[in-house]
Structures are given as structure tokens and as C-alpha cells.
């Protein structure tokens, strides 16, 4: 590894920066860049919740997300046919 890294070792506070300098450098990057993307994560919820009092009025949004959270599943499943088989057999003992 490059200078100022111990190597004797494989856990990674081993591998980190030994040097007091380098490691607060490293550090306060990181946490710089944790900030940012929690700054960012806190301005794209923002932006839902703004979104959704926009259409709040014109659309059923609780039922639309649980549409959109059923056809998330739908997409992931392999087997569609039995999907779709299982699905029937639930909602009819679901009386759906």
C-alpha cells in the first residue's frame, strides 16, 4: 500500500492512515461528503412531499403508492405465471 498505511494487518482500521494529519484529512472528508448526500436526501424528501401536495387533490395518492409498491414486487418476481396464480388464490381466500 502507499505510504503512511500499516499492512500488517487486514481489519480496516489496520489499513487506515496512521499518520494523526492524514487521517483528520481523511476523516474530514468523509464527513464532509456524508453531509452533503444528507443535504441532498433531505432536499429530494422535500421535493416529494411537494409533489405530493401538488396532487394530493386531483389523485388518490395513498392507493397510487400502494400501486406503484405492488408493481415494484411484481417486477422482481421470476416466475409470473405462478405469481399471477398464487395472486388469484390469495385474493379469492382474501374475498378480494
Known sequence: MGKGFVTTDD??????PNEVGV?????????????????????LKESQRDLLDEYKNRLDIKTLKAAMRVVKIEKTVQHKDTF???????????NI
Open 11 to 16: 481489519s480496516v482500521a489496520d489499513r487506515q
Open 23 to 43: 487521517l483528520k484529512v481523511l476523516v474530514n472528508e468523509f464527513i464532509d461528503r456524508f453531509r452533503n448526500t444528507e443535504n441532498e436526501l433531505e432536499l
Open 84 to 94: 399471477e396464480i398464487f395472486a388469484e388464490a390469495v385474493r379469492e381466500k382474501e
